[in-house]
């Protein structure tokens, strides 16, 4: 059988999407907060988002070989935020216009990673254009992640194997389905707040954490607000370690 390159243009261009930093100018809202107010806070905080969520188990399926011509390989790993959460019971599964064409029904865990083999099937010609969707379920959150994208179809290539294949599921949350990455300096910058790396950012819709980033040397440190819906108002925090300082931003943004 020939070997098909059925996802890798689309997981590339995911991951394009997904990671891409907006410009500071085009932030989502016109509600933009450029005024804080601090308090002194002698520990760091921890703040993460709450992934846990509601969904069934799907009943997905392994797809039968005998009727697709071609197939290709794919080893999807799992990104950070989500390897603590990887469990026996979790599942990756390819969908090509919304058939499903490849199953890995359980994760492999070795030297610290968690990673999901699938072998894909299709009958796409290379001129076709095709909805790819890769979506990941998680037994401990309940819920499903999904990333997708109109592709052309390449031939002859695998995923995952020479270089580290991880997608970005986070930014494709069932829970979240809005996600929004800024630059974490900029949007202090504005409010005029001096920022140091190793410091901390976080974003919050109310009391609850939608994104958090440690600040790196770069100074164009990505940070991804993950929303329930657009139009949402975003409060940012940033912990001053230095000075012992917690800065708040109210209405800093809308999603």
């Not at 005998?66 to 935020?81: A, F, G, H, K, R």
């Not at 031939?155 to 979240?176: L, M, R, V």
């Not at 974490?184 to 920022?195: C, D, G, P």
Request: proline residues 5%; aromatic residues 8%; glycine residues 6%.
């Amino acid at each position: 059988m020939k070997k098909i390159k059925l996802i890798f243009a689309l997981l590339a261009s995911l991951m394009l999407g997904a990671c891409s930093s907006s410009d500071d100018s085009n932030n989502g809202g016109s509600s933009q907060g450029t005024s804080y107010t601090m308090e002194p806070q002698s520990e760091a905080p921890v703040w993460q988002v709450n992934w846990d969520y509601n969904q069934e188990k799907p009943d997905w399926q392994e797809p039968n070989p005998s009727i697709y011509e071609n197939w290709t390989i794919m080893l999807v790993q799992m990104e950070e935020e989500l390897k603590p959460h990887v469990s026996e019971e979790d599942m990756v599964a390819v969908f090509v216009n919304n058939e499903l064409r490849g199953l890995a029904p359980t994760p492999t865990k070795q030297e610290g990673k968690a990673y999901f083999l699938i072998k894909a099937y299709g009958n796409e010609a290379s001129s076709q254009t095709v909805n790819v969707s890769l979506r990941y379920y998680s037994q401990k959150l309940k819920q499903i992640f999904t990333l997708s994208d109109n592709i052309k179809i390449n031939s002859d290539e695998t995923t995952g194997i020479d270089t580290d294949f991880i997608p970005p599921f986070t930014q494709g949350s069932a829970k979240y389905p809005v996600s929004k990455t800024l630059i974490a300096e900029s949007l202090l910058t504005r409010a005029s707040i001096t920022t140091l790396s190793d410091n901390i950012v976080g974003a919050f819709v109310g009391n609850e954490c939608r994104g958090t980033v440690k600040l790196s040397s770069s100074g164009t440190t990505p940070l991804v607000i993950h929303g329930r819906s657009t139009g949402e108002s975003v409060t940012l925090k940033y912990y001053d370690a230095t000075k012992g300082l917690m800065f708040t931003i109210d209405n800093a943004l809308n999603l």
